[in-house]
C-alpha cells in the first residue's frame, strides 16, 4: 500500500473548492451587466468559460477559519 494519508473536507467547504474562485472570477465580470437576451448572457458565459476569456485572480485570499490560505 502506498503511503497515502487523506484529508477530509469539512462538509461545507467552499474556500477549499476552486471552482468557487472561478464561479466568483465570473460573476464579477459580468456582475451590473444589462443583457438583452438569455442568449447574450450565455454567449459571454460561453466565451468566458471556453474561449479562455476570463481572466481569474488567483491570489485572491480564501477563509480557512481564521487563518489566510493563499492560492498560487
Known sequence: MPNIHLE???EYSPDY???ELVWHSAKE???NRF???IEELESLLHQLLNEDKLVINWGRKLKNKGNALITV
Open 17 to 19: 473548492n476552486l471552482i
Open 35 to 37: 443583457f438583452e437576451s
Open 29 to 31: 465580470y459580468i456582475a
Open 8 to 10: 477530509y473536507l469539512p
